[in-house]
């Protein structure tokens, strides 16, 4: 996967004057590791030590970054852990860890971004249920 661009990335200390701050020439690459080269940065400022992970939905996930992506993929499609699991060939475990922590990211994400809005109409849907085959034949 492409790696995100150094101007976009900021430090993660909160104490930091450089906190919050991208594209302040403040980061420098440490070095890369794992099978995805991923960075581990340092913060000038501070001396803070990352990896470009930190805050993400990835963070701290052991399986390759395209794995990843295609375990959210199948769970976005409507897959089950078990159906997604056996797809992808990873444990039921990690499929359920990684949907605790895309969920948990995209909830911090929204109502970050959303705020302030009022609807001027709602629309509710149908909803649909499963009914159950009847034993007896249909008269025609």
Not at 24 to 43: E, H, S
Request: include cysteine.
């Amino acid at each position: 996967m492409e790696r995100p661009d150094m101007a976009s990335l900021t430090c993660v200390n909160p104490e930091c004057q450089m906190f919050d701050q991208p594209g302040r020439g403040n980061l420098k690459v440490r070095k890369v590791y794992g099978q995805d080269q991923l960075r581990f940065l340092r913060c000038k400022e501070c001396g803070e030590e990352f990896s470009e992970r930190r805050g993400s939905a990835l963070f701290n996930t052991k399986i390759p970054e395209a794995k990843a992506m295609s375990v959210i993929e199948h769970l976005d499609e409507g897959c089950t852990l078990t159906g997604t699991a056996r797809l992808v060939k990873v444990a039921k475990d990690t499929v359920s860890r990684l949907l605790k922590v895309t969920g948990r990211h995209a909830k911090k994400f929204h109502d970050q971004e959303v705020q302030g809005i009022t609807p001027q109409a709602l629309e509710f849907d149908e909803q649909w249920s499963y009914v159950g085959k009847k034993g007896e034949a249909l008269q025609p």
